[in-house]
């Protein structure tokens, strides 16, 4: 068949097609399943709870509150005799009850994992789902990919057919947002000292992700917005109530005045950058902070044998590790101040910062001890 006789794809009749297959299986049109009664998780565990007191009876002796002094001291004496007859035949029924209590947790525990990765899973088809959508919005429209403008900036939009695959990356890797905010708190006591997120010193997220950052800060009556190149990334955001846009960091920066931020913030993005990005990330952030401004960087740290050996390559837009004295050196040579690095001790409470020059490399394991991560703590003049 010459190509002359081929049919050109009509995209709008496509996408009509689909939506009315939608409406009529939103109105009835396929079979409704029967729902599962409704799932009642603190009631399971206060019955897990009972069944572990009651296993436990025929080993203490009870109270006897109702007898006098002299009834009372009788009645635990023979129930002390009572129980010491009995447990040997009690025992092993009390060592199955125990068994399969610990057995019924564990399996509520793996339901739970269970449920934390469907529900992630679920998310990620989500996402893909509606770009995908929006994708077929545009064709339809007849509005050509090139055509797009970044939310924030003029530069042209890049490609973003690979947003749902590094946002499905990124959750398999950088753990669930709950975990992550977690270690985001060890920051907080800095922002706080250094007055930013407060009116007139807002606090600029770059590379804002999934928006843990800027929602922890929200939580805490701060003011801030993110940048993301990753459409996905940034709808997230959104859906949360925070602020934050779609485009090239640069070119939001490039927007920002002079000395019109509290504190910059990068977490995990510097390591994507070339070496004269880096500088030129430095030189921008410098200029937008406020006098007594505060810029947080963190990024693995190259000085752990697991990271700088293989993990730090699991991510390909990864470039190369850095070392905490030369991200600190480099800070110090653009101008900040008391720029230093810092080491994420991790403890039972959370994540310590401790400085980098405290931390003593003696022998071979203390280059695996020490943390993943650093972070690079500065300040504008």
């Not at 109270?63 to 009572?82: D, P």
């Not at 339809?140 to 947003?163: F, I, K, M, R």
């Not at 930013?196 to 770059?206: C, E, H, I």
């Amino acid at each position: 068949m010459s190509h002359s006789d081929e049919r050109p794809v009509d995209v709008e009749t496509i996408m009509t097609r689909i939506r009315q297959e939608a409406a009529r299986r939103a109105v009835g049109g396929g079979a409704t399943p029967s729902r599962a009664p409704a799932f009642n998780r603190a009631e399971l565990f206060q019955t897990l709870n009972r069944a572990e007191q009651n296993a436990r009876v025929g080993t203490r002796v009870p109270e006897m509150n109702r007898f006098n002094r002299r009834v009372r001291w009788l009645a635990r004496a023979v129930a002390r005799t009572m129980i010491y007859l009995t447990q040997v035949i009690t025992t092993p029924q009390r060592m199955f009850n125990q068994s399969v209590i610990q057995a019924l947790h564990l399996t509520v525990r793996l339901q739970d994992q269970q449920i934390e990765r469907l529900e992630r899973s679920l998310a990620e088809v989500a996402r893909g789902l509606c770009f995908q959508q929006r994708e077929m919005e545009r064709l339809a429209a007849g509005v050509p990919a090139a055509a797009e403008t970044s939310a924030c900036g003029n530069s042209p939009a890049p490609s973003h057919l690979l947003d749902p695959l590094y946002v499905a990356f990124e959750d398999h890797f950088r753990g669930t947002p709950q975990d992550v905010r977690r270690s985001l708190e060890v920051y907080l006591p800095l922002i706080s000292e250094s007055g930013a997120g407060k009116p007139g010193r807002p606090v600029m997220d770059l590379g804002c992700g999934r928006g843990e950052w800027l929602a922890l800060l929200a939580e805490n009556g701060l003011q801030a917005s993110g940048v993301d190149s990753n459409r996905l990334m940034v709808q997230a955001c959104s859906e949360q109530g925070l602020t934050a846009c779609e485009g090239d960091l640069f070119d939001q920066l490039g927007q920002t005045a002079d000395e019109s931020l509290g504190a910059v913030t990068a977490f995990h993005l510097v390591e994507h950058l070339s070496f004269d990005n880096l500088v030129r990330l430095l030189d921008e952030m410098l200029r937008v902070l406020r006098p007594g401004g505060l810029v947080i960087v963190e990024t693995p740290n190259a000085r752990n044998l697991l990271v700088s050996g293989g993990d730090f390559y699991r991510d390909p837009t990864h470039r190369n590790p850095l070392h905490p004295d030369s991200l600190a050196m480099l800070a110090r040579s653009r101008g900040f101040a008391r720029a230093e690095a810092y080491f994420l001790d991790v403890e039972v409470e959370g994540r310590r910062l401790q400085p980098a020059g405290e931390y003593r490399f003696e022998k071979l394991m203390d280059y695996v001890r020490v943390s993943r991560d650093f972070a690079l703590v500065g300040y504008r003049p």
